[in-house]
């Protein structure tokens, strides 16, 4: 069972310890992060980064360059769109 241990803070982004269980039973733990205002736009709901470290990383990577991953996930949406309707599903999903 997933249990979020500890609340952290970079950036005005709240992230989060967490430790749950493998499929195997062994114990595993890292950081998720599932801030609405970071995430805003994108395709995500969640992210998560196997250390304190990396999640940092990421979160700087997300605020200082959203710009740029916006522009991406509007590209992505156009050739999805695009794909669905040649293959005859439009307005599926």
Request: proline content about 1%; charged content about 35%; glycine content about 8%.
């Amino acid at each position: 069972m997933e249990e979020y241990t500890k609340k952290h803070e970079h950036r005005g982004v709240d992230f989060y310890y967490l430790e749950w269980k493998t499929w195997n039973d062994k114990d595993a733990n890292g950081y998720i992060c599932k801030n609405e205002r970071l995430l805003s736009g994108l395709n995500l709901v969640q992210f998560g980064m196997p250390t304190k470290y990396l999640m940092k990383q990421k979160i700087n990577d997300l605020l200082d360059y959203k710009h740029k991953y916006l522009e991406d996930q509007e590209q992505y949406d156009k050739a999805a769109e695009e794909y669905m309707s040649k293959i005859g599903t439009e307005g599926d999903g």
